[in-house]
């Protein structure tokens, strides 16, 4: 398949790409990556008039250090991401996740405000800005505004940004743990996930003081189980507890079903995950 035929501009500016949105009205996408993107218009399932390029403007790639966050830039690849020394000790949970996301091919071109904006449930770097707290920097013609990721994704590769607007940076904040995890199950290594889970804990000598955990693959969305962060904060430390959190967040999601797996399939496997995360958490740092 061919794209339908579009209008192709390259501006080296943010404000300059803005421009071209309005001037588009409402018929402009923004291409970084294109890892999502081309395929959707070689399927012609969308049909922009104009695609504005990206990948011109300077200064939308880096990972910077910035208080107790770090940036990282709308354009920034995937693989720099999963090769940052700064990412491993900073953000140890999402430089875990990386290869898990696609294969390299794509990782090397794909971007993070690309996934992100691409809203897919079941991607990676969705997850991981719920279960950072991430703040999206976006741009659009009256400027910038900030966007919590959990008002980010709407639904199923929906997000909340305005046709005119681009994402331009994001900022994560470190989290204080004592023991974190990953984990994921996908058909095949580099597909997307069927179920994932990222958790964190603090934990006393005896309890835990507070756990964070996101979930995808499961819903129209990646998902923040706070309910599940109260309900099990404070409570004591033993054999059961991996079991346990595992009851409690299969009882906090109603898993989606599709052509790749069953409700119950993807229910029981994210409890497995929840209870494999927790035992890892709990040991990480003994
Ligand atoms: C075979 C295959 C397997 C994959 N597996 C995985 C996987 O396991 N996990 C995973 O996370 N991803 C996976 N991906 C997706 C990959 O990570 C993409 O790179 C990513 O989803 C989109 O990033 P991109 O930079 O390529 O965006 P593009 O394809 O260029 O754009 C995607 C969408 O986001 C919009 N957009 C892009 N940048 C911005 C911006 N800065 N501001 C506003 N809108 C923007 C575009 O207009 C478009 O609508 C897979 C892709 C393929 C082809």
Redesign the pocket.
């Known amino acids: 398949m061919k794209p339908a035929k579009f209008d192709y501009v390259a501006p080296t500016t943010v404000d300059a790409a803005v421009e071209a949105l309005v001037a588009a009205n409402g018929e402009g ?12 218009l070689n399927f012609r399932m ?1 049909r ?1 008039g104009v695609l504005v390029d ?1 990948n011109g403007i300077q200064g ?1 790639s880096f990972i910077e250090p910035r208080g107790d966050r770090i940036a990282i830039g ?2 920034t ?2 693989r720099e991401i999963e090769q940052s020394p700064l990412i491993a000790s900073k953000l140890p949970v999402m430089a875990a996740a990386m290869r ?4 390299l091919a ?2 090397n ?12 449930p ?5 997850m991981l800005s719920l279960f950072y707290g991430a703040e999206l920097s ?1 741009q659009g013609p009256a400027g910038r505004r900030i966007v919590a990721a959990e008002d980010f994704f709407v639904d199923a590769l929906t ?1 909340c ?1 305005e046709p005119e ?4 940076e994001i900022e994560f904040p470190m989290l204080a743990y004592d023991g974190w995890a990953f984990e994921e199950v ?1 058909r095949r290594f ?4 069927l179920a994932s889970i990222a958790v964190s804990v603090r934990r006393g000598s005896s309890t835990i003081d507070n756990v964070r955990i996101a979930v995808m693959g499961v819903a129209d969305t990646p998902l923040r189980l706070k309910a599940v962060e109260g309900k099990f904060s404070g409570v004591s430390i033993d054999d059961r507890t991996p079991d346990r959190f595992s009851e409690l967040v299969m009882s906090s999601v109603s898993a989606n079903s599709d052509l790749h797996a069953s409700s119950e399939y993807r229910q029981h496997l994210l409890g497995k995950l929840a209870a494999r995360a927790m035992r890892t958490a709990l040991t990480a740092k003994e």
């Not at 993070?112 to 904006?117: C, P, R, V």
């Not at 580099?190 to 996930?193: L, N």
């Open positions: 996408k923004v291409l970084a990556g294109g890892q999502s993107l081309l395929p959707l969308t922009p990206l939308l709308a354009l690849r995937h898990h996301v696609a294969h794509i990782r071109r794909g971007t993070i405000g690309g996934s992100l904006s691409h809203a897919d079941a991607a990676e770097l969705p976006v997000n940004l607007e681009i994402v331009v996908a580099g597909d997307f996930a």
